[in-house]
């Protein structure tokens, strides 16, 4: 969503990079070039103006630090602003200090507000609350039927005494959940109500009705991102007539310009708590403004990527396969990578993921063509090899190779390229473990290395001396392949050959279709430290 705002923001601060001391006239173009990035994005014009008066004020009373540049500084205060337009902190729900805690959603039809129940009702549940929907939108057709569907995706009760379609009353079935909640011991209540086109009377009335029936602890705006600034003045007028105590961004993974994301807040005065990032239930989490600033600035939200993998990956497995790859053995096998291949997979799209590292923005192109189909073609040529073949995969001869590529619908080629880029991959993982191990202050008992331990160290060679032409042999193929034989020279911290370097490590993961940043988050999770 945030894009273009992204790569605009990027540009007014490219041209600060490299000067010693900026002058007025500089930080007047950069502040020009950055009300223009924000307008662009459709932020509410009062918002830019506040933005920019404070982004000035703080820069004219910049105190030139020496441990970074200015253009540093200028971004750290327009990352400042960002999060203070964002609302400052992370706010999530106050539960009752009496159960249930009732929480009311509102907001315009179409802005997935039935779907963000759902959600909000999944999320409550992995936090170990027992929460219940409660069907009281009986205004829009079939708004009933479809949050009992949700509610079942979302495994969470559905209290729904009324078919809907116009039938009932909503502020009854509002008042009777209360009861049904606290009979069948659900900690927390949500309320799904009626949403219209556009903001008018009926609606705020019925909204207010609820309210006062409930006095619910909660009641959160539902704002879909992707209608600008028709959002921002929709949930000004709700909060003037009704009142809410915090707002709910949906569609956050679309593509428009996102300046509601950037005016609801501040235009309110209400924070921003939840954001829907995409139309799976688990598309859900809490609105970090801070992070959000970073990915704005493209710093990358590194937390939000960490929180995932945690979420998705099992501990114990994470950590015995980290220790078969580093451990200097050929223990990671072919099974161990495909488990931790679909543990990403269940964290979203390649693309996606890769967006929350810093300095993603300039590799723009690159991750929207990112393919994650090749994840389903791996899985298809592993899944279609024998436990023993995935065990070791040195017994893959010609015939194993095709009839593993027919199982798998692709050419011997495909099987060959994966098969070797395993192997290199984890050859080069098995090096690395093994310059960490050796890099450890005394090194480890039984590791590969002994790098920190200069007595472990294996003396310096002298050279001898070979006459001119011993040992050489005349054939170019037979001296080529003598070459490639010959050991290359150890360096202290790594016992099978000389240490990966960055570039080397980083080329075999992209071969081997693993991004380097989140393989080696991947292996944080349990490998040595």
Known sequence: MFDTLQDRLSKAFRTLRGKGRLSDADIEATLGEIRVALLEADVNLEVVRAFIAKVREQAAELELSKAINPAQQIVKIVHEQLVEILGGHTRTIQFAKTPPTVIMLAGLQGSGKTTLAGKLARWLREKGNAPLLVAADLQRPNAVTQLQVVGRQAKVAVYAPQPGNGVGDPVEVARLSLDIAKRHLHDVVIIDTAGRLGVDEEML?????????????????VVDAMIGQDAVTTAKSFAEKVGFDGVVLTKLDGDARGGAALSVATVTGAPIMFASTGEKLADFEVFHPDRMAGRILDMGDVLTLIEQAERHFDQKQAAEAAGKLLGGGNGFTLQDFLTQMQAVKKMG???KLMGMLPGAGAMADQLSAIDDKQISRIEAIIYSMTPAERADVSILNGTRRARIAKGAGVQVSD??????????ARKMMQQLGTGMMGGLPGGMPGAGGMGGFPSMRRPKQT????????GVSGNPAKR???????????????????QPTAEELEQAMKDFQIPPDIARALNSQGGPR
Request: charged residues 25%; neutral net charge.
């Open 349 to 351: 799209p390649i693309g």
């Open 480 to 498: 080529a392949g003598i070459t490639a034989e010959a050991p290359k020279a150890e360096s202290p911290g790594a016992a099978f050959g000389v």
């Open 415 to 424: 099987v060959n390229g994966l098969v070797n880029r395993f192997v290199e």
């Open 205 to 221: 009335a019925q909204a207010a009705d609820i309210r006062e029936a409930v006095n619910p602890d909660e009641t959160l705006f």
């Open 463 to 470: 050279p001898k001396k070979k006459k001119s032409g011993s």
